[in-house]
């Protein structure tokens, strides 16, 4: 598969290597954790990386935003972050005699919402049209966001007091939920080894444009889904919304956005073709953060990522591509 660039033409493999390798500089490792975060960028969605602090959360949202030579910019969300703070402002130039619309940080590439459930519900209710439309209103107008634009957010899952947790529709607009997790003991080592002294990202620069970023998303739509793997997704959307354990199924926008996942997993292994595999692995971290469990279940112990590996390990695989 080739991305075409008006510069040089590069190959989907080679970048999408380069820019992996280029975030495992900072990210020592997670090899599983940094593709899928360059996978979620390439299907178009945001991301959510919530862990306990310390883990590298803020690094790995750093590290990619780092890698391509795009806008980005970083909001710490706090409770006393408002709505303009985030989308921008209409003020009165009096030189011109005119309002004049001032654009927030939202208007970049990359977005990096540091801690996004500190904030109230109403600034985080400002990032909703600009996730799910690329675009802002702001008195009356109406403002397109520049492509690519993706929202990397963070959050504590352990610490309660002082946040707001997110809403589902807010959940629902995040293409992946993912954990980094505590690093194995070498590569706890290496980065006592590496970053011992420094600062983390100090050495990293982009590895990407963004017009190789757009050649590469452009791409991933071009990979194709056979019917049979789209009735399977389909059957896997049925399949969570009638499960004893599930309150809240997959609605028609996970049911999409684990399809585009699948595509750019596929897209990334060098296939131009989506298979059962892709939708498997793509799964839990698509899904897992949209489904909510019935009380009973909670009660249990159990969790989205357990009924999913059942829901996986029943529904019928289709055979062929």
Not at 53 to 79: C, E, N
């Amino acid at each position: 598969m080739t991305v075409v660039d008006h510069q040089a033409p590069t190959s989907f493999a080679d970048l999408f290597g380069a820019i992996t390798t280029n975030i495992e500089r900072v990210v020592q490792g997670k090899p599983e954790v940094v593709e899928l975060a360059l996978i979620c960028l390439l299907a178009e969605g945001h991301l959510l990386i919530e862990d306990v602090p310390g883990v590298g959360k803020t690094s790995l949202a750093k590290a990619l935003a780092a890698s391509i030579d795009s806008a980005w910019k970083r909001l710490q969300f706090t409770p006393d972050l408002l709505p303009s703070d985030v989308v921008g402002v209409t003020i009165w130039n009096r030189g011109k005699d005119q309002f004049e619309f001032r654009p927030g940080p939202v208007f970049a590439n990359i977005v990096l919402a540091d801690e996004i459930n500190r904030a109230s519900p109403k600034t985080q209710a400002a990032l909703l049209e600009a996730m799910e439309e690329r675009q802002v209103t702001i008195d009356g107008s109406t403002y397109p966001l520049r492509r690519p634009f993706v929202v990397m957010a963070t959050q504590n899952p352990v610490e309660h007091e002082g946040t707001f947790p997110l809403p589902e529709s807010q959940l629902d607009r995040f293409l992946m939920r993912l954990s980094v997790g505590y690093p194995g003991r070498q590569a706890e080592l290496d980065i006592l080894e590496t970053h011992g002294g420094s600062s983390t990202n100090a050495a990293i620069g982009p590895v990407a444009t963004s017009a190789q970023i757009l050649g590469m998303i452009d791409a991933v739509k071009s990979v194709h889904v056979a019917t049979a793997l789209k009735t399977y997704l389909v059957d896997l959307a049925h399949a969570t919304r009638h499960h004893g354990a599930i309150a809240l199924g997959m609605s028609p926008r996970a049911t999409l956005s684990l399809q585009r996942a699948a595509k750019a997993r596929a897209a990334a292994a060098g296939r131009n073709y989506a298979t059962p595999d892709d939708v498997k692995t793509m799964a839990e971290p698509v899904l897992a953060h949209r489904l909510l469990l019935a009380p009973d279940a909670q009660l249990q112990g159990m969790t989205a990522g357990r009924v999913l590996e059942e829901i996986l390990a029943t529904v019928p695989v289709p055979n062929g591509r």
